[in-house]
């Protein structure tokens, strides 16, 4: 039989925060590379875009330090976020030309 555990309050939040973390990364780093920027300026567009909100929201509620920076999931959310968006990155082409 399956043992049908209620989801708490906590973990739903918990859930939909690593959700919107990742969705804005993602949408960050779909922007750099549209903008035909390197991996590194993929990766800080994409963490910024991911964790800003977050950061900002609770900064001013008073919960410091933010959550992006203590909570491991979601480092671990940035972290699966870089890698995709690596993966799909384009290099722009060389033209030979210096």
Same mark, same amino acid.
Do not use: E, Y
């Given at each position: 039989?399956?043992?049908a555990t209620?989801?708490?309050t906590?973990?739903l939040?918990l859930?939909?925060?690593?959700?919107?973390?990742?969705?804005?990364a993602?949408?960050g780093?779909?922007? $750099?590379?549209?903008?035909?920027?390197?991996v590194f300026?993929?990766s800080?567009?994409?963490f910024?875009a991911g964790?800003a $909100?977050g950061?900002?929201?609770d900064?001013?509620? $008073?919960?410091v330090?933010?959550?992006?920076?203590?909570?491991?999931s979601?480092?671990?959310?940035s972290?699966?976020?870089?890698s995709?968006?690596?993966?799909?990155h384009?290099l722009?082409?060389?033209? $030979?030309?210096?």
């Amino acid at each position: 039989m399956l043992d049908a555990t209620p989801l708490t309050t906590a973990a739903l939040l918990l859930t939909l925060d690593l959700i919107g973390t990742f969705a804005f990364a993602v949408s960050g780093a779909a922007s $750099g590379v549209k903008s035909r920027l390197d991996v590194f300026g993929v990766s800080i567009l994409a963490f910024v875009a991911g964790n800003a $909100g977050g950061v900002t929201r609770d900064v001013l509620i $008073g919960a410091v330090p933010p959550a992006a920076i203590t909570l491991p999931s979601l480092a671990a959310a940035s972290r699966r976020r870089h890698s995709a968006m690596v993966d799909l990155h384009v290099l722009p082409p060389t033209t $030979g030309v210096r």
